[in-house]
């Protein structure tokens, strides 16, 4: 008698409907994962970093990271799971062992769609989940994450700095808020996060810039609601940031978000 050896699933998929509010709390998967929400805004944490990801985002994620997903609002997920062993196969030769954001493509978005599709043949849908991480490669990585503070002290100064998008309180009131002194935040920021207090809430505001903006607000709307006192002082802000103006990264996203009066004739 032989005994017959039972390969491994190459990949599976994974559709979920959540409320606003709801949260999936902190996992982590043997496989590497697309995050993709079909409708609504997620918040991604690992240990280290927060990610915005609106629909107009996917999110790569490696295998065995430690996550936890927030609901921003009413949401659809859709999730595509690669075993190793098939990742090794079917992967171009781009390293996909670190998080990223990219822009949902209307060839990618369509892709991942159709892996969920009931009418697909399995054959049809390995080869969507192919090419699938293909295009993560074709596609700019969008910069949509912020490190985090881990101290208790950091992360308190890091909540009330991102409640305060308009920048209306100084770090002397952030630091009184927080039961806390100018000094220490200036020195917990650079080594929890790599970055200066000033230089880390400057990527705060242009990260929640990228979710208004991927929402289809205009970069005029933005500037104003990140408080800045100018479209110029926010293109500037932004192209430190990501190394791109608003204008290319509005050029990076679906045309169906981009507002009308940025697309072309």
């Given at each position: ?21 709801e949260a999936v709390a902190w ?220 204008t290319a990264f509005l050029h ?14």
């Amino acid at each position: 008698m032989t005994r017959q050896t039972q390969l491994p699933i190459p990949f599976r998929i994974l559709s979920r409907t959540f409320p606003q509010g709801e949260a999936v709390a902190w996992h982590a998967h043997a496989e590497a994962q697309v995050i993709f929400a079909a409708s609504g805004t997620i918040q991604v944490y690992t240990e280290s970093e927060r990610w915005f990801i609106p629909p107009q985002l996917a999110l790569w994620m490696p295998a065995r990271i430690p996550h936890r997903v927030d609901m921003i609002s009413d949401t659809e997920l859709r999730m595509i799971y690669w075993h190793p062993s098939a990742l090794r196969k079917w992967a171009p030769d781009r390293p996909l062992d670190y998080i990223f954001a990219l822009a949902a493509t209307p060839l990618l978005r369509e892709l991942i769609l159709s892996a969920f599709k009931d009418d697909i043949s399995p054959e049809k849908a390995e080869l969507a989940v192919r090419l699938i991480l293909h295009e993560l490669i074709e596609t700019p990585d969008i910069p949509v994450f912020l490190p985090m503070p881990t101290s208790t002290i950091g992360r308190r100064v890091a909540d009330l700095a991102l409640a305060d998008s308009r920048m209306h309180l100084g770090v002397s009131d952030l630091a009184c808020r927080a039961a806390t002194s100018i000094r220490t935040i200036s020195r917990v920021f650079p080594v929890e996060t790599g970055l200066t207090f000033k230089a880390w809430r400057q990527r705060a505001r242009i990260v929640l810039a990228i979710d208004q903006l991927s929402a289809g607000r205009t970069i005029s709307q933005v500037a104003a609601d990140v408080g800045f006192g100018s479209t110029a002082a926010f293109s500037f802000a932004f192209r430190q940031v990501t190394k791109m103006t608003p204008t290319a990264f509005l050029h990076h996203l679906p045309a169906a978000v981009v507002p009308a009066d940025m697309r072309k004739p």
